[in-house]
């Protein structure tokens, strides 16, 4: 259908099984294309040579590939998305779905990590399109945290597993990420 390949990021204390949602909603949505889960093994915020592996696994997924890269990720997996996208070519990545990720959460561990991968070192370029979700509900990362500044955001009747779990939610998410990439042209 589309030449691209995805990428799925998953959040921290997030086991493979949690995914299974995803997994056979892209199986089903874009049975063509490449898919690479990044959901196994479990990986803590204060472990920092897993976080970098994590990061250097999607960037080795993205760097051989000859098509753009869609990234979804999930909690702590926006991070490391924010992460990914500042170290390879943006003409690489057609877009970018952050669900539930504590981009401005300013309390425990999430600066001292934000800090040690060099999130904001770097500007994000303009030119990739990127989409925040958060949930209303959600009391690991509150709705207020899961923007990011000059990106679309949307807050969703969802609580923090919902954007796993939830059939409804992650349909909605696999429209939008048809609307963005029908926008890129791919």
């Keep these: 259908m589309h030449n691209m390949r995805i990428l799925f990021l998953s959040?921290?204390?997030s086991f493979p099984?949690?995914?299974?949602?995803?997994?056979?909603?892209?199986?089903?949505?874009?049975?063509?294309?490449?898919?690479?889960?990044?959901d196994s093994p479990l990986y803590v915020h204060l472990q920092q040579k897993r976080m970098e592996s994590r990061v250097a696994r999607a960037i080795e997924f993205i760097n051989k590939s000859s098509e753009p890269v869609f990234?979804?990720?999930?909690?702590?997996?926006?991070?490391?998305?924010?992460?990914?996208?500042?170290?390879v070519e943006p003409k690489k990545i057609c877009g970018v779905i952050t669900m539930a990720s504590p981009h401005t959460m300013n309390?425990?561990?999430?600066?001292?990590a934000q800090k040690r991968l060099g999130v904001y070192k770097k500007q994000i370029p303009h030119d990739i399109p990127i989409q925040t979700y958060g949930g209303w509900f959600d009391m690991v990362v509150a709705f207020w945290f899961s923007s990011m500044k000059n990106v679309p955001h949307e807050n969703l009747l969802a609580n923090h597993k919902?954007?796993?779990?939830?059939?409804?939610?992650r349909r909605m998410i696999i429209q939008k990420m048809r609307d963005m990439i029908k926008q890129k042209d791919i």
């Design 11 to 13: 959040g921290i204390m």
């Design 71 to 87: 990234i979804l990720s999930h909690s702590f997996g926006g991070i490391l998305a924010r992460v990914i996208i500042q170290k």
């Design 162 to 169: 919902s954007f796993l779990f939830n059939k409804k939610v």
């Design 17 to 38: 099984l949690y995914n299974r949602g995803w997994k056979q909603d892209i199986a089903r949505e874009f049975p063509n294309n490449e898919v690479l889960f990044i």
């Design 107 to 112: 309390y425990a561990f999430v600066p001292y």
